[in-house]
């Protein structure tokens, strides 16, 4: 028996994102403790991944039991100036880096977050940035998670422009105060809480409101695929490079 990797939804319940490179011990600890899914971070271009989930980091914590998401690192707010340009470059960047640490699946679609938040331009250019982004990401075969943090620069009316782009977009706003954010009609995902710690690590909790929409990346014992399993297994030769046997 060996182990092998598939796309599983983030179910109903606590997810957390942390900024915290992961180790074996974290990664079983704070599955012990109760969440299913970890958000970890890939760079913006530019910007040095050496902080970023790896193909060890997603590893441990999938072989810990965690369902694991992405979201791509913001601008620091006095540089989050941003375009269309931006918007398709850092699509791009984060595709292309998420495919290095073999975060894939050719069955099911795998989410990527954008992080909406310290927008110094809101308005039609940031609205631009999100709209290129999530398109690119689209057409890259991935799904879209969107996160509405401090001024994000969107609107309600923007986001669920965003979500009319397609039906897999999805959106996940901060600990607020939730008046002062967005409030997508479409597409509401996850809700975010202020930060704490959990197993000793600096995490956000988070609640997936929706079961079945946004989707990371896990291992599961090597048994023959339910043909009726929305989560089929990919062929060996789809494996992430290292993967465990």
């Known amino acids: 028996m060996g182990l092998v990797a598939v796309a599983v939804t983030a179910a109903l319940g606590l997810l957390v994102d942390t900024n915290e490179k992961l180790t074996a011990a974290s990664a079983t600890a704070i599955k012990a403790a109760g969440a299913g899914t970890v958000m970890r971070y890939g760079p913006l271009p530019g910007m040095s991944a050496a902080g970023d989930l ?3 980091e997603l590893t441990l914590s999938a072989k810990a039991g965690l369902v694991v998401c992405v979201i791509q690192h913001p601008r620091l707010p006095e540089y989050n100036v941003l375009s269309a340009a931006t918007g398709l470059g850092d699509a791009q960047h984060l595709v292309a880096w998420a ?9 099911i679609q795998l ?43 969107l609107t309600s009316a923007q986001c669920d422009q965003l979500a009319m782009a397609g039906a897999d977009v999805r959106f996940w706003c901060d600990a607020g105060p939730y008046e002062d954010r967005p409030a997508p009609s479409i597409g509401y995902a996850w809700k975010q809480h202020l930060p704490s710690k959990l197993a000793g690590v600096d995490v956000d909790r988070n609640d997936v409101l929706q079961d079945g929409v946004v989707w990371g990346l896990g291992w599961v014992d090597d048994v023959p695929a339910d043909p009726d399993d929305p989560a089929i297994e990919p062929s060996p030769d789809t494996l992430p490079t290292g993967a465990p046997a």
């Open 99 to 107: 495919k290095t640490i073999s975060f894939v699946c050719p069955d």
């Open 111 to 153: 989410s990527l977050g954008l992080d909406m938040e310290g927008v110094k331009n809101a308005g039609p250019d940031s609205f631009a940035h999100a709209l290129a982004w999530v398109k690119f990401v689209r057409s890259a075969g991935y799904r879209a998670l969107v996160y509405c943090g401090y001024d994000p620069g």
């Open 54 to 56: 790896d193909l060890t």
